[in-house]
């Protein structure tokens, strides 16, 4: 599955602990602007997951092709669609509420770090009780709605026949 990452996503994947995990589980992919706005920007700002997260995600960057500003978001989303623009099939990581309900609105792919954490769970890359201890680091930074669904699925998986 190929990802693309925004700051959002960076950001609370590394929280949860799983950023390292996705990166080698997935063929993923760092807007240049939101490498810019997590690492350099954060890293100046002395925000402390700034320099953990470019120590994971270095090379990752990747500047889009020319584009047209299409976000109601800001440069990092708007790179995002850019590059998923040429990797069709590929989906765009985020929790940023604005931006998701503007990827739905215009049929794109995305999973939130949540999605993405079960979906390491439902892959067997992560057991039970690691993916509920990475679940209860995003705690306070996720919607109730999306923790109680992320615990439901990693606790009462679905079997497929």
Known sequence: MQLVLDADALIKLNRAGILQIVL????CTVPAAVYDEVVTKGSELRY???SA??????GLAE????????SVTGKGEEDV????????????VSDDRRFLRQLQASGVLYETPTDILVALYELGVVIQTDALIYLERLRDLIRPESYSEARRDIQNPVETP
């Open 24 to 27: 080698s589980h997935f063929d």
């Open 48 to 50: 402390p997951d700034a």
């Open 53 to 58: 997260i470019g120590e994971v995600v270095d």
């Open 63 to 70: 500047i889009p092709p020319a584009h047209e500003s299409k």
């Open 81 to 92: 669609l850019a590059i998923l623009a040429t990797k069709p099939g590929a989906y765009a």
